[in-house]
Every structure is written in structure tokens, then in C-alpha cells.
């Protein structure tokens, strides 16, 4: 809190921890990660920060997201419950990976198994907000063309991100 011209108590917005913010927003256009940033501040500044810190700092100076956004592979709006589903998860990591990103060593080792899985069983990922389980492995029909089957209601589509092209 401080005080006005006329003596009353304003509320200030909290300061930045952010002591350079050419070098914040470098580091985060050359894809430094989240952790390094968080080290490298508390060693370089001693101010302590966290990955999340980082994260809303990148999107409120709209900086470039730092999760692989691919509209074909999770095509959804996807209900809060359901946002740590296995096959979601398993989703995410091919986006990343068709997004040239290196998965860890057990992340590329469970999307293998899960989409040889897929293949084997002739199985696409179909997801209804509207259930409690939401994402189900069905029959590939002629229709789906990837790993997912598109859906038919046009209200589950997620909106295509508009931000700079997505990093890391």
C-alpha cells in the first residue's frame, strides 16, 4: 500500500522479480527451460522464482508457449477431469515429438508401447467431454486418419492457438 497525492491508501501492483526483462524474455525465446531459469535467478540475483513463475511471465508478455500444441492429435476442448488421462498424456508426448522435441527415455518408451498397442488392436483415441471417463480406445474406422477420431460435434473443437509459433 502506498499513498496518493491527497494522503489516501492505494493499492501498487506487486513489483516484478524480473531485474531484466530483455534477458528474461531472451532466455525464453532461446528456449531456456523453466528450471534453469529458476536456478540461474536465484544464483545470478538471489531471488527465489519457480517454473511456474516463468510460465505466467512468458504468456503475459505473450511470449511463445512452451507446450507442443497440435490441433490434429487433441483436437478437443478437454473438461478439467479429464486433462491427466493417460491417453491425453500419451497424446502430448507425440506432439512433442512431431514437434522435434526429445522425450525423456521412459516418456519414449511408454508412447511406443501405447501406440504399438494402438496399432496392434486397431484402436484410434475418441473423447466425450460428457462421460466421466471421457477418453475411450475405439475401432478404427475409414474415416480416422491418425491417432484420434475427429469429432463430429463442432462445440468439442478446441480453438486453433493464434500465439507464435509454440516452442519446447
Aim: aromatic share 10%; net charge positive; proline share 5%.
Amino acid at each position: 500500500m502506498r499513498e496518493d497525492r491527497r494522503g489516501e491508501r492505494v493499492d501498487m501492483p506487486p513489483r516484478s522479480k524480473v531485474q531484466d526483462h530483455q534477458e528474461a524474455q531472451r532466455w525464453l525465446l532461446e528456449g531456456k527451460s523453466y528450471a534453469w531459469m529458476v536456478k540461474t535467478y536465484l544464483e545470478k540475483y538471489n531471488i527465489q522464482t519457480t517454473p511456474a513463475y516463468w510460465a505466467v511471465y512468458a504468456s503475459r508478455n505473450d511470449l511463445p508457449l512452451r507446450i507442443s500444441r497440435d490441433t490434429e492429435l487433441i483436437p478437443w476442448k478437454v473438461a478439467k477431469q479429464h486433462r491427466w488421462d493417460y491417453n491425453l498424456v500419451m497424446l502430448r508426448f507425440e506432439a512433442r515429438r512431431r514437434a522435434g522435441e526429445e522425450l525423456k527415455a521412459d516418456e519414449a518408451s511408454r508412447l511406443e508401447s501405447w501406440k504399438r498397442w494402438l496399432n496392434e488392436e486397431g484402436l484410434v483415441i475418441y473423447y466425450d467431454p460428457e462421460t466421466e471417463d471421457g477418453f475411450f480406445a475405439v475401432p478404427r474406422e475409414e474415416r480416422d486418419r491418425d491417432l484420434v477420431r475427429m469429432p463430429s460435434n463442432p462445440a468439442h473443437l478446441r480453438a486453433k492457438t493464434t500465439r507464435a509459433k509454440n516452442v519446447h
